[in-house]
T-cell receptor, first 112, second 112 residues
Framework: KAGVTQTPRYLIKTRGQQVTLSCSPI?????VSWYQQTPGQGLQFLFE???????NKGNFPGRFSGRQFSNSRSEMNVSTLELGDSALYLC???????????FGQGTRLTVV | AQTVTQSQPEMSVQEAETVTLSCTYD???????LFWYKQPPSRQMILVIR??????QNATENRFSVNFQKAAKSFSLKISDSQLGDTAMYFC?????????FGAGTRLTVKP
């Protein structure tokens, strides 16, 4: 069974641009969560989607948004990028709720 | 709000010896889940062990075991017979509902 796939693995963007990250969950998993990992703030929860609906949201500005498609694949969008958005963005999928989350390898975003 | 504290930023252990990583958390909830995740240099978060709060028995997975003290809100991870491949960042996580919170992590180095 294939694991959680995140694309792209690395990304460099300029301040003010927007970016879209993609996450394909494990087949059959309907819950997808997104996390931001930085050296200063550690791992922070962004949001969680289940069956195309956002079920939970962390404390991030509205520039961070996401969606989930009918095939459970999820995208995360960050608009008007700031230098502080440079981070590793991790996606995790689980069968129903987050009782056992499987993580992807992340997308390393660098904002210059 | 739930918080997770890992008071040991870095630890080291000799190969084949035992090491314990500490984690405390703060919550007013009675039912929740606790996790230990491992993040090797490959960046992928790997679930090491999971504990349901309603279970009094400490979880064990091969060389990994936890000491779960619910009243003290403590959830330490013991790694026995440490191996070089155990070198990684270890994150303690608390989950209630669909919201998962992580500690700042402990960097463990296993020395030959």
């Amino acid at each position: 069974k294939a694991g959680v796939t995140q694309t792209p693995r690395y990304l460099i963007k300029t301040r003010g641009q927007q970016v879209t990250l993609s996450c394909s969950p494990i087949s059959g998993h309907r819950s997808v969560s997104w996390y931001q990992q930085t050296p200063g703030q550690g791992l922070q929860f962004l949001f969680e989607y289940f069956s195309e609906t956002q079920r939970n949201k962390g404390n991030f500005p509205g520039r961070f948004s996401g969606r989930q498609f009918s095939n459970s694949r999820s995208e995360m969008n960050v608009s008007t990028l700031e230098l502080g958005d440079s981070a590793l963005y991790l996606c995790a999928s689980s069968l129903r709720s987050v009782t056992e989350a499987f993580f992807g390898q992340g997308t390393r975003l660098t904002v210059v | 709000a739930q918080t997770v504290t890992q008071s040991q930023p870095e630890m080291s252990v000799q190969e084949a010896e035992t090491v314990t990583l500490s984690c405390t958390y703060d919550t007013s909830e009675n039912n929740y889940y606790l996790f230990w995740y491992k993040q090797p240099p490959s960046r992928q978060m790997i679930l090491v062990i999971r504990q349901e709060a309603y279970k009094q028995q400490n979880a064990t997975e091969n060389r990994f075991s936890v000491n779960f003290q619910k009243a003290a809100k403590s959830f330490s991870l013991k790694i026995s017979d440490s191996q070089l491949g155990d070198t990684a960042m270890y994150f303690c996580a608390f989950m209630k509902g669909n919201d998962m919170r992580f500690g700042a992590g402990t960097r463990l180095t296993v020395k030959p």
